[in-house]
């Protein structure tokens, strides 16, 4: 859904294990993380580990080659942080 520059989505896990149950397990309903576009992930992480917060990715994956997104954990005392990398012409 989206809402003025901002986008909501609203996610349920089938089945399978991922990031979503295992929250689910931990935590019950509830948000999840908080996702941001940046120009590159990679840069992203450098700067973390330039500051001493280190990278604690804790799930990693692309769509088609077009998206790569990277959950961070433990950076604030609330939700995951997702990182979305556009790759290609309609980046």
Request: charged share 25%.
């Amino acid at each position: 859904m989206r809402t003025g520059s901002s986008e909501i989505e609203l996610i349920q896990p089938l089945d399978g294990r991922s990031p979503y149950t295992e929250f689910l397990d931990l935590h019950g309903e509830g948000v999840h993380h908080l996702a941001y576009v940046v120009g590159s992930i990679d840069q992203h992480l450098e700067s973390l580990r330039a500051t001493g917060e280190g990278a604690p990715v804790t799930f990693e994956a692309s769509i088609a080659g077009r998206t790569r997104f990277v959950y961070l954990d433990g950076l604030a005392h609330g939700p995951a942080i997702e990182l979305i990398e556009r790759i290609g012409e309609d980046a």
